[in-house]
Protein backbone atom coordinates (compact mmCIF):
# COMPACT_ATOMS: atom_id res chain seq x y z
CA UNK A 1 0.00 0.00 0.00
CA UNK A 2 3.12 2.39 1.03
CA UNK A 3 4.21 2.03 -2.92
CA UNK A 4 0.80 3.44 -4.21
CA UNK A 5 0.49 6.40 -1.44
CA UNK A 6 4.01 6.99 -3.02
CA UNK A 7 2.61 7.05 -6.35
CA UNK A 8 -0.43 9.23 -5.75
CA UNK A 9 1.76 11.25 -4.00
CA UNK A 10 4.52 12.15 -6.54
CA UNK A 11 1.89 12.12 -9.70
CA UNK A 12 0.56 14.96 -7.50
CA UNK A 13 3.59 16.60 -6.77
CA UNK A 14 5.08 16.20 -10.36
CA UNK A 15 1.71 17.71 -12.25
CA UNK A 16 1.44 20.75 -13.98
CA UNK A 17 -1.82 20.86 -12.71
CA UNK A 18 -1.73 19.40 -8.81
CA UNK A 19 -4.99 20.74 -7.99
CA UNK A 20 -7.05 19.32 -11.08
CA UNK A 21 -4.73 15.67 -9.90
CA UNK A 22 -6.06 16.04 -6.29
CA UNK A 23 -9.44 16.53 -7.57
CA UNK A 24 -8.78 13.50 -9.70
CA UNK A 25 -7.98 11.04 -6.99
CA UNK A 26 -10.82 12.60 -4.39
CA UNK A 27 -13.48 12.07 -6.76
CA UNK A 28 -11.66 8.11 -7.65
CA UNK A 29 -11.61 7.85 -3.79
CA UNK A 30 -15.90 8.90 -3.93
CA UNK A 31 -14.53 11.37 -1.51
CA UNK A 32 -16.69 14.52 -0.64
CA UNK A 33 -14.58 18.08 0.03
CA UNK A 34 -16.40 18.28 3.34
CA UNK A 35 -15.35 14.54 4.20
CA UNK A 36 -11.97 15.55 2.97
CA UNK A 37 -11.74 18.82 5.35
CA UNK A 38 -12.69 17.47 8.09
CA UNK A 39 -10.19 14.79 8.08
CA UNK A 40 -7.57 17.11 7.08
CA UNK A 41 -8.52 19.96 9.77
CA UNK A 42 -8.73 22.72 6.51
CA UNK A 43 -11.64 24.57 6.23
CA UNK A 44 -13.97 23.15 2.68
CA UNK A 45 -12.71 26.78 0.97
CA UNK A 46 -8.88 25.57 1.55
CA UNK A 47 -9.63 22.13 -0.43
CA UNK A 48 -11.50 24.17 -3.10
CA UNK A 49 -8.63 26.55 -3.30
CA UNK A 50 -6.23 23.80 -4.11
CA UNK A 51 -8.31 21.96 -6.68
CA UNK A 52 -8.82 24.82 -8.38
CA UNK A 53 -5.59 25.97 -8.10
CA UNK A 54 -6.84 29.06 -6.59
CA UNK A 55 -4.10 28.67 -3.86
CA UNK A 56 -0.51 28.10 -4.89
CA UNK A 57 0.68 24.35 -4.73
CA UNK A 58 0.52 22.20 -1.46
CA UNK A 59 3.51 21.17 0.05
CA UNK A 60 4.65 17.77 0.96
CA UNK A 61 3.15 18.01 4.40
CA UNK A 62 -0.37 18.85 2.55
CA UNK A 63 0.15 16.24 0.17
CA UNK A 64 1.29 13.71 2.42
CA UNK A 65 -1.73 14.11 4.63
CA UNK A 66 -3.98 14.41 1.25
CA UNK A 67 -3.51 11.07 0.58
CA UNK A 68 -3.22 9.23 3.80
CA UNK A 69 -6.69 10.63 4.14
CA UNK A 70 -7.90 9.49 1.04
CA UNK A 71 -6.98 5.67 2.49
CA UNK A 72 -8.04 6.31 5.95
CA UNK A 73 -11.35 7.55 4.64
CA UNK A 74 -11.97 4.79 2.50
CA UNK A 75 -10.67 2.20 4.93
CA UNK A 76 -13.90 3.08 7.16
CA UNK A 77 -16.26 2.59 3.98
CA UNK A 78 -14.73 -1.13 3.71
CA UNK A 79 -11.96 -0.15 1.82
CA UNK A 80 -13.66 -1.00 -1.44
CA UNK A 81 -11.90 1.47 -3.55
CA UNK A 82 -8.42 0.70 -1.97
CA UNK A 83 -8.80 -3.26 -3.06
CA UNK A 84 -9.33 -2.23 -6.13
CA UNK A 85 -5.91 0.11 -7.09
CA UNK A 86 -3.97 -2.50 -5.31
CA UNK A 87 -5.39 -5.32 -7.44
CA UNK A 88 -4.73 -3.30 -10.86
CA UNK A 89 -1.13 -3.95 -10.78
CA UNK A 90 -0.73 -7.16 -12.53
CA UNK A 91 1.95 -7.31 -15.10
CA UNK A 92 -0.18 -6.50 -18.66
CA UNK A 93 1.73 -4.50 -21.03
CA UNK A 94 2.11 -7.23 -23.20
CA UNK A 95 -1.32 -7.44 -23.76
CA UNK A 96 -2.71 -3.11 -23.91
CA UNK A 97 -1.43 -0.34 -22.66
CA UNK A 98 -2.85 2.40 -20.03
CA UNK A 99 -2.61 5.67 -19.28
CA UNK A 100 -4.01 7.78 -16.18
CA UNK A 101 -5.07 11.21 -16.70
CA UNK A 102 -3.81 14.00 -14.57
CA UNK A 103 -7.47 15.46 -14.21
CA UNK A 104 -10.72 14.17 -15.05
CA UNK A 105 -11.98 14.72 -18.63
CA UNK A 106 -15.58 14.95 -19.68
CA UNK A 107 -16.13 12.31 -22.49
CA UNK A 108 -17.39 15.13 -24.89
CA UNK A 109 -13.97 16.54 -25.01
CA UNK A 110 -12.05 12.99 -24.90
CA UNK A 111 -14.40 12.71 -28.46
CA UNK A 112 -13.18 16.04 -29.96
CA UNK A 113 -9.78 14.92 -29.07
CA UNK A 114 -9.92 11.88 -30.97
CA UNK A 115 -11.91 13.15 -33.71
CA UNK A 116 -14.65 11.01 -33.03
CA UNK A 117 -18.18 10.37 -33.38
CA UNK A 118 -20.85 8.89 -30.66
CA UNK A 119 -22.23 6.04 -32.92
CA UNK A 120 -24.77 5.54 -29.88
CA UNK A 121 -25.74 6.79 -26.29
CA UNK A 122 -24.39 10.48 -27.49
CA UNK A 123 -26.89 11.94 -24.72
CA UNK A 124 -24.54 10.77 -22.25
CA UNK A 125 -21.37 12.24 -23.48
CA UNK A 126 -21.67 15.07 -21.94
CA UNK A 127 -22.72 13.62 -18.31
CA UNK A 128 -19.71 10.62 -18.53
CA UNK A 129 -16.45 11.07 -16.92
CA UNK A 130 -12.99 9.40 -17.68
CA UNK A 131 -9.95 9.21 -15.50
CA UNK A 132 -7.54 7.12 -18.44
CA UNK A 133 -7.90 4.94 -21.17
CA UNK A 134 -7.06 1.84 -22.20
CA UNK A 135 -5.44 1.02 -25.54
CA UNK A 136 -6.33 -2.65 -26.32
CA UNK A 137 -5.49 -4.65 -29.75
CA UNK A 138 -8.70 -6.46 -29.89
CA UNK A 139 -7.31 -9.45 -31.64
CA UNK A 140 -4.28 -10.34 -29.28
CA UNK A 141 -6.61 -9.74 -26.22
CA UNK A 142 -9.05 -12.25 -27.57
CA UNK A 143 -7.03 -14.51 -28.39
CA UNK A 144 -4.18 -14.73 -26.24
CA UNK A 145 -4.76 -12.98 -22.46
CA UNK A 146 -5.22 -14.74 -20.23
CA UNK A 147 -9.13 -14.78 -18.77
CA UNK A 148 -7.59 -13.25 -15.54
CA UNK A 149 -6.32 -10.41 -16.93
CA UNK A 150 -9.37 -9.45 -17.97
CA UNK A 151 -10.15 -6.67 -14.86
CA UNK A 152 -7.06 -5.27 -15.19
CA UNK A 153 -8.26 -3.60 -18.57
CA UNK A 154 -9.69 -1.24 -16.22
CA UNK A 155 -6.36 -0.19 -14.21
CA UNK A 156 -7.23 2.05 -11.10
CA UNK A 157 -10.99 2.71 -12.50
CA UNK A 158 -13.93 1.74 -14.41
CA UNK A 159 -14.26 5.82 -15.33
CA UNK A 160 -11.77 4.73 -18.49
CA UNK A 161 -12.22 4.53 -22.25
CA UNK A 162 -11.49 1.40 -23.79
CA UNK A 163 -10.19 2.02 -27.38
CA UNK A 164 -10.02 -0.92 -29.37
CA UNK A 165 -7.78 -1.00 -32.31
CA UNK A 166 -8.12 -4.32 -34.92
CA UNK A 167 -11.85 -3.84 -35.14
CA UNK A 168 -13.54 -5.11 -38.15
CA UNK A 169 -17.41 -4.86 -36.99
CA UNK A 170 -16.99 -3.85 -33.46
CA UNK A 171 -18.98 -7.20 -32.46
CA UNK A 172 -16.06 -8.68 -30.21
CA UNK A 173 -15.00 -5.72 -28.19
CA UNK A 174 -18.93 -5.37 -27.03
CA UNK A 175 -19.08 -9.33 -26.47
CA UNK A 176 -15.91 -8.91 -24.24
CA UNK A 177 -17.65 -5.23 -22.31
CA UNK A 178 -21.00 -7.82 -21.96
CA UNK A 179 -19.33 -10.36 -20.37
CA UNK A 180 -17.18 -8.71 -17.86
CA UNK A 181 -18.52 -7.71 -14.81
CA UNK A 182 -17.35 -4.03 -14.66
CA UNK A 183 -18.14 -1.32 -17.24
CA UNK A 184 -15.89 1.57 -18.57
CA UNK A 185 -17.10 4.90 -19.17
CA UNK A 186 -17.04 4.58 -23.32
CA UNK A 187 -15.20 2.13 -26.00
CA UNK A 188 -13.77 3.54 -29.03
CA UNK A 189 -13.50 1.57 -32.40
CA UNK A 190 -10.74 1.99 -33.90
CA UNK A 191 -10.47 2.56 -37.92
CA UNK A 192 -14.46 1.66 -38.64
CA UNK A 193 -17.20 3.98 -38.97
CA UNK A 194 -19.47 1.70 -38.95
CA UNK A 195 -20.74 -0.69 -35.91
CA UNK A 196 -22.24 -4.45 -35.62
CA UNK A 197 -26.05 -4.01 -35.21
CA UNK A 198 -25.13 -6.46 -31.94
CA UNK A 199 -22.48 -4.13 -30.71
CA UNK A 200 -24.96 -1.07 -30.49
CA UNK A 201 -27.62 -3.43 -28.88
CA UNK A 202 -25.27 -4.08 -26.31
CA UNK A 203 -24.12 -0.66 -25.73
CA UNK A 204 -27.93 0.44 -25.15
CA UNK A 205 -28.33 -2.65 -22.83
CA UNK A 206 -25.31 -1.75 -20.75
CA UNK A 207 -25.38 2.10 -21.47
CA UNK A 208 -21.60 2.25 -22.69
CA UNK A 209 -21.42 4.61 -25.59
CA UNK A 210 -19.63 3.76 -28.72
CA UNK A 211 -17.27 5.98 -30.01
CA UNK A 212 -15.45 5.46 -33.58
CA UNK A 213 -12.50 7.54 -34.91
CA UNK A 214 -9.85 6.83 -37.49
CA UNK A 215 -7.23 8.99 -36.62
CA UNK A 216 -3.80 7.57 -36.46
CA UNK A 217 -2.74 5.72 -32.83
CA UNK A 218 -0.11 7.79 -33.19
CA UNK A 219 -2.02 10.80 -32.71
CA UNK A 220 -4.36 9.38 -30.83
CA UNK A 221 -1.92 8.88 -28.08
CA UNK A 222 0.23 12.16 -28.27
CA UNK A 223 -3.25 13.69 -27.71
CA UNK A 224 -4.46 12.28 -24.85
CA UNK A 225 -1.19 11.11 -23.20
CA UNK A 226 -0.78 14.96 -22.50
CA UNK A 227 -3.57 15.27 -20.17
Request: charged share 25%.
Amino acid sequence: MEKLKLRIAGEISLSDDPGSTMKKWREIFGITQGELAGAIGISVSTISDYESNRRKSPGTTIIKRFVNVLFEIDSRKGGTVTQKLLEGGSTTEQYFEQHDFARTLPLSDFIKLIDGKAITLQELTEEKKLYGYTLIDSIKVILDMPSNYFNNLYGNMNERAMVFTGVSTGRSPMVVIRMSPSKPSAVIMHGITKVDKLAIKISEKEQVPIITTTLDISQIKERLNKI
